[in-house]
């Protein structure tokens, strides 16, 4: 299994004379010399550019203490995960680990990695102990030399760079870099090595740095424009917020494949969101386009699912069963196959490809080429051209009234089966409702806010009432099973009243909830 660092760091400007201050700041007990080292670190990246686009490092480095195969990718600013694997391959070699190229597939797609860029460091190290003498902060003064490969411009230049510890106190690089800053030393604006090397040594044919990424022209040290500047017209604004799903799903899947928590969740809720705005303004974008799209986001949506919803229904099991009287728990023994049938999934897992292969696979990465495409030639209606504002209050208020009629449907209907799927059929337009209102924060404000706000209210209701039918029905299942098989099958039972219990409180609250949130307009 890879190494994984996580890294806080702030990188400074500084001169070649440029001599370090007094840096025992408050928290710091002693400063320590850790003398030179030389590293060489060769970069990947495709022929395009599109790592250093999304600020990530593919490097190869030797010299120091960590010799070996590094990935660096963005959590927030100033943060980065740090992904390391051994030493492979030769100094040019493009045998990048395939633990790391799977990392950034979502990114690179089908192009192939390459060496762009060779750094030469020479390290001056200096450590900032506490009291006890653990390592807080590492000062890392570094003379850099860049050549950009193969055979391009070449730079130099010297920084000084501070990295966190674990563990250490998060306002100690605050205190060291007004200390710096005291002396005379700047922040630098580039957030890493390699984007300063690719904007000062130019491309290999003497052309401008810019790059391509995702199908777009951009400078490789160009951060993103940040979600709530869109632009004034209903294209530009809904196109925005369709770039920010993809890069939301381009984001997440390195953290998907690493297993991160919520990151499953994270991103099949990107795809929730792109097919809603995609319906929800299908006047703003041409449904010829987007409905293709729609169906391939709902298959990667169920791919995502499969584990996560096992994952919720287990949850939610576990803790009715805590809930159960203390009387009525069955002892330990007798619990053991209550609990391998409760948790085990519905369905066999090899009937489904692992999810990783679902991310590697053909279809998947042709849906992101194809949500690149859109952004690239974006298939806008007349109404495009419209002002913001006024298409989204409309889009708004469509999705609210269909919202009301299938609200008042589920009302009128009987509880039963009938009940249960029309208030799943609530849940899913309030979802929709609900991701409409936030597509239009930025041009709404708090109007959209509100509503937003009160369409989470609504979803969140049904959805627990939805969570409770799934679970009546696998308990359902395995008391069946249970049957079969000779065992016991009242706290089956149990379990299953306890959650017709809850459904029923669910459902006496929501006229209440409804009444509510129909009272106030949606904008």
Do not use: N
Request: proline content about 7%; aromatic content about 4%.
């Amino acid at each position: 299994m890879a190494d994984v660092v996580r890294e806080t760091e702030r990188k400074y400007a500084a001169d070649d004379d440029t001599t370090l201050p007094d840096l025992l700041v408050r928290g710091v007990g002693t400063a320590v010399e850790q003398g030179t080292v030389r590293l060489d670190a060769t970069y990947f990246d495709t022929a395009a550019g599109r790592l250093a686009a999304d600020g990530v490092t593919l490097r190869r480095r030797t010299g120091g203490g960590d010799d070996g195969w590094h990935l660096k990718l963005p959590v927030e600013p100033g943060v980065r995960d740090e992904i390391r694997e051994p030493l492979s391959g030769g100094p040019t070699s493009g045998d990048v680990p395939a633990a790391l190229t799977a990392l950034v597939r979502s990114r690179v797609r089908e192009e192939p990695l390459v060496p762009v860029m060779r750094l030469r460091t020479e390290r001056r190290v200096l450590h900032l102990l506490d009291a006890s003498g653990a390592l807080l902060v590492e000062v890392a003064v570094d003379r850099v030399r860049a050549e950009r490969l193969p055979g391009g411009g070449t730079a130099a230049w010297t920084e000084i760079e501070t990295e966190s510890a674990e563990g250490a106190p998060a306002k100690l690089l605050d205190r060291i870099g007004k200390r710096l800053r005291a002396a005379g030393v700047r922040r630098a604006p580039d957030t890493s090595k390699l984007a300063r090397a690719l904007a000062e040594t130019g491309a290999p044919d003497g052309s401008a740095a810019g790059t391509e990424a995702h199908g777009e022209v951009v400078h490789p040290v160009k951060p993103p424009r940040p979600y709530g500047d869109p632009g004034p017209t209903a294209g530009e604004h809904v196109l925005h917020y369709v770039r920010a799903q993809r890069d939301a799903l381009v984001f997440l899947d390195p953290a998907v494949r690493r297993g991160l928590p919520d990151a499953v969740h994270r991103m099949r809720v990107a795809t929730r969101r792109l097919r809603s705005c995609f319906r929800s303004y299908r006047r703003v974008l041409d449904r010829a386009a987007t409905d293709p799209l729609r169906a391939e986001l709902k298959w990667l949506a169920g791919e995502l699912g499969v584990d996560r919803d096992h994952e919720v229904l287990t949850a939610r099991l576990t803790e009715r069963l805590a809930e159960l009287p203390q009387g009525l728990q069955p002892g330990p023994v007798r619990l053991a196959p209550v609990r391998a049938r409760l948790l085990a999934p519905a369905a066999p897992t090899g009937e489904r490809p692992p999810l990783a292969a679902t991310l590697d696979g053909a279809r998947y990465l042709a849906l992101l080429d194809a949500l690149d495409a859109l952004l690239r030639e974006p298939p806008l209606r007349p109404k495009a051209s419209r002002p913001a504002a006024k298409a989204t209050a409309k889009a708004v208020t469509r999705d609210f009234d269909r919202l009301a009629t299938r609200v008042g449907r589920a009302l009128a209907t009987p509880a039963g089966p009938e009940r249960d799927t029309a208030l799943h059929e609530a849940r899913k337009a309030a979802k929709r409702a609900r991701y409409a209102a936030e597509a239009a924060r930025p041009a709404l404000g708090k109007d959209a806010k509100r509503q937003q706000k009160r369409m989470t209210r609504v979803q969140d209701l049904l959805g627990e009432h939805q969570d409770g039918v799934v679970a009546r029905e696998a308990l359902e299942r395995v008391a069946r099973e249970a049957h079969a098989a000779g065992e016991e099958t009242f706290t089956y039972g149990m379990l299953y009243a306890s959650e017709r219990a809850l459904a029923e409180e669910y459902e006496r609250e929501l006229p209440a909830l409804w009444r509510k949130v129909a009272d106030a307009a949606p904008l």
